[in-house]
């Protein structure tokens, strides 16, 4: 089995080591800002627009503020304005 390969700009690995050391020094940056995009996607329930890009800046940071500890980013959403006033897409659907 060929456990190696690359990535777009970046250099080659072999194995899942070498993947993790790349995503953590090399790629660290990409995958938490991609991370905080998809667990904020995830809380809301829908897509993030162009208005939500500072409360996804906060989430990110906040994870790097705080170790990188997964508790950090999810209080950060939860306390986002876009968590806090989310609105319900089945009532929306049914009230039209």
Do not use: W
């Not at 390969?5 to 790349?22: A, S």
């Not at 500890?69 to 009532?91: D, H």
């Amino acid at each position: 089995m060929d456990a190696s390969g690359q990535l777009p700009d970046f250099p080659p690995f072999n194995g899942p080591v070498e993947l993790k050391k790349l995503l953590a020094n090399d790629m660290r940056g990409l995958f938490v800002r991609n991370f905080a995009r998809r667990m904020f996607t995830y809380a809301l329930a829908r897509a993030p627009e162009f208005y939500d890009e500072m409360s996804i800046r906060d989430a990110e940071a906040a994870l790097k503020a705080d170790d990188y500890r997964i508790g950090a980013l999810v209080k950060s959403i939860v306390q986002s304005y876009a968590f806090q006033y989310r609105q319900n897409q089945n009532r929306k659907e049914a009230s039209e």
